[in-house]
């Protein structure tokens, strides 16, 4: 089975344009959550969505938004975006809500 | 507040020798405790997690885990370092079995010198 995909891989944006990434999960997996990972850190939690729903919230601005379809994939969006922003976006699948998470290979945003 | 601390930013290990790394956390309610590792260009894969019971963990790879309620410590081990354990390791928190909004340390970049 494929594991969590995410596209683009790469991507490169100027500040105050607006980005969307999207994440395919586990096939039957129907919890996906997003990470931000800035360079030197490690990851820091955005969202969790289950079944469509926002389940969890991280500290970011309301410049950060996501959403969940009903096949379980998901887009993170982010508006006028800051230099700042750059990072890692990482999302991760699991099976239910109690199981473990899966991470995709994550997509690099450059805000320039 | 929650945190995760990993003191060490980054260890170089001679290829078998043992490993290992330091994980303290801080968490007002029972902690669930995970390891991941991340190579270059690459996710988060799960090593190893404590939820309850013995508190010794074994995980993936040969890793092993010892959690220390007094000490609020989670450190990983490995006996014998193989080349192709060299990558970044982080320590994670979270409230529930399902790793929810976890809480990550800044990561130890492990290095394995021949």
Redesign the interface.
Known sequence: DAG?TQSPTHLIKTRGQQVTLRCSPISGHK?V?W?QQVL??????IF?YYEKEE??R?NFPDRFSARQFPNYSSELNVNALLLGDSALY?C?S?L???????????TRLTVT | AQSVTQPDIHITVSEGASLELRCNYSYGATPYLFWYVQSPGQGLQLLLKYFSGDTLVQGIKGFEAEFKRSQSSFNLRKPSVHWSDAAEYFCAVGGDQAGTALIFGKGTTLSVSS
Do not use: D, M, T, W
Not at chain 1, 40 to 45: A, I, N, T, Y
Not at chain 1, 96 to 106: A, K, M, Q, S, V
């Open positions: 969590v919890s959550s990470y030197g850190q490690g990851p820091q939690f969790q389940r969890g991280g990482l991760a699991s239910e809500l109690g199981g473990p998470l899966h991470f995709g290979n994550g």
